[in-house]
């Protein structure tokens, strides 16, 4: 059974920093593209940040761009998103995804997704 588990999330003040994790389990996902996604009450989810399958590319939304940084870790199966200068409007449900049908910040990319976990930056 695929699964991919987030882990990282909490509370921090603005200005702060918290490093997520996503690792994935079920089969191996050396060869599949990853990213996070993030969703805050009201809204709809909106891409973050994504890897390709050898860490080779990475792309971020503009709004975290010079923040964030996305690593993975094939011989973990996990992905990464270390997360600085935090602000308030950083404030969502944090998803990763995985899949194989290229990369970027379309959704359709991906075929599975986690649970989430919760970031809250407090300013």
């Known amino acids: 059974q695929v699964q991919l588990v987030e882990s990282g999330g909490g509370l921090v003040q603005a200005g702060g920093s918290l490093r997520l994790s996503c690792a994935a389990s079920?089969?191996?996902?050396?060869?599949?593209?990853r990213a996070w996604y993030r969703q805050a009450p009201g809204k709809v989810r909106e891409f973050v940040s994504a890897?390709?399958?050898?860490?080779?590319?990475?792309n971020y939304a503009d709004s975290v761009k010079g923040r964030f940084t996305i690593s993975r870790d094939n011989t973990k199966n996990t992905v990464y998103l270390q997360m600085n200068s935090l602000k308030p409007e950083d404030t969502a449900v944090y998803y990763c995804?995985?899949?194989?049908?290229?990369?970027?910040?379309?959704?359709?990319?991906?075929?599975?997704w986690g649970q989430g976990t919760q970031v809250t930056v407090s300013s």
């Open positions: 995804a995985a899949g194989r049908s290229g990369w970027g910040n379309s959704k359709t990319f991906y075929d599975y």
């Open positions: 890897i390709s399958w050898s860490g080779a590319n990475t």
């Open positions: 079920g089969r191996t996902f050396s060869t599949y593209s």
